[in-house]
C-alpha cells in the first residue's frame, strides 16, 4: 500500500517538475518584467518570481490545469505587494532612526532610470493609488486583458475598468499640469 502512495506522490512530483519546468522557460522573463514594474529592482523583482515559481512548485496538484499562469501572475503580484510593504516599513524605521539627518543619495539603478525618457511615467505613475497603478501596469505594460487583470488582482472586471478610467484621468490631469 505504501509503495502505491509512494510511486503516486513521485508521478505527481515528476508533473509537478516538467509543468513548472515548461513553464519558466515561457514565463521567467515577462513575470521579472511585471515584478520590476512595480519594484523597480532588479534583483528583488528576480526573488519575486521565484518565489512565485517555487510556489506553484509545490501547489502544482491543487492548480486548475490551465490556470497555472494566472496563478503565477497572481503569486508575483502578491510578492510585489508584500515588497513594498516591507519597504516602506523600512524606510519609515530609516527615517525614525535617522532623524539627525544623513544626506540621502539615489542609488546607481534610481539615477539610470532618471535618464531614462520613461522614468516621467513612472514616476507619474508611483503617484497614483497602488490599485490604479496595478491596474494600468497589468494593462498597458504586459497587454493583459480586463479579465486577467481581474484574476491577477483578484478583482471584479468591472473594477479594473473603474480603476484604469480614474487612473488615466488622473495621469491626464499631471500631464495637464506639467503644460
Given at each position: 500500500?505504501?509503495?502505491v502512495?509512494?510511486?503516486?506522490d513521485?508521478?505527481a512530483?515528476?508533473a509537478a517538475?516538467?509543468?513548472?519546468?515548461?513553464?519558466?522557460?515561457v514565463?521567467w522573463?515577462?513575470m521579472?518584467?511585471?515584478?520590476w514594474?512595480?519594484?523597480?529592482?532588479d534583483?528583488?523583482a528576480?526573488?519575486?518570481v521565484?518565489?512565485?515559481?517555487?510556489?506553484?512548485?509545490?501547489?502544482?496538484?491543487?492548480?486548475r490545469?490551465?490556470r497555472?499562469t494566472?496563478?503565477l501572475?497572481?503569486?508575483?503580484?502578491?510578492?510585489?505587494r508584500?515588497?513594498?510593504r516591507?519597504?516602506?516599513?523600512?524606510?519609515r524605521?530609516?527615517?525614525?532612526t535617522t532623524?539627525?539627518?544623513?544626506?540621502?543619495?539615489a542609488?546607481a539603478?534610481?539615477a539610470a532610470l532618471?535618464s531614462?525618457?520613461?522614468?516621467?511615467?513612472?514616476?507619474r505613475?508611483?503617484?497614483l493609488?497602488?490599485?490604479?497603478r496595478?491596474?494600468l501596469v497589468?494593462?498597458?505594460?504586459?497587454?493583459?486583458?480586463?479579465?486577467?487583470?481581474?484574476?491577477?488582482l483578484?478583482i471584479?472586471?468591472?473594477?479594473v475598468?473603474?480603476?484604469?478610467?480614474?487612473?488615466?484621468?488622473?495621469?491626464?490631469t499631471?500631464m495637464?499640469d506639467?503644460?
Open positions: 500500500m505504501a509503495l502512495g509512494s510511486r503516486r513521485a508521478s512530483h515528476a517538475d516538467d509543468g513548472v519546468s515548461s513553464l519558466y522557460a514565463q522573463f515577462p521579472v518584467r511585471l515584478a514594474l512595480f519594484v523597480h529592482d534583483l528583488l528576480e526573488e519575486i521565484q518565489d512565485a515559481f517555487v510556489a506553484l512548485h509545490r501547489k502544482w496538484q491543487d492548480v490545469e490551465g497555472e494566472a496563478y501572475r497572481q503569486s508575483v503580484v502578491n510578492g510585489a508584500s515588497a513594498l516591507h519597504h516602506k516599513v523600512e524606510q524605521y530609516l527615517d525614525s532623524r539627525g539627518g544623513h544626506l540621502q543619495v542609488s539603478e534610481d532618471a531614462v525618457g520613461s522614468a516621467d511615467l513612472f514616476a505613475l508611483q503617484r493609488p497602488a490599485r490604479q496595478e491596474v497589468l494593462r498597458y505594460y504586459l497587454d493583459l486583458s480586463e479579465s486577467q487583470i481581474a484574476d491577477a483578484g471584479a472586471p468591472g473594477s475598468k473603474a480603476h484604469a478610467h480614474r487612473g488615466l484621468a488622473a495621469l491626464r499631471q495637464e506639467v503644460s
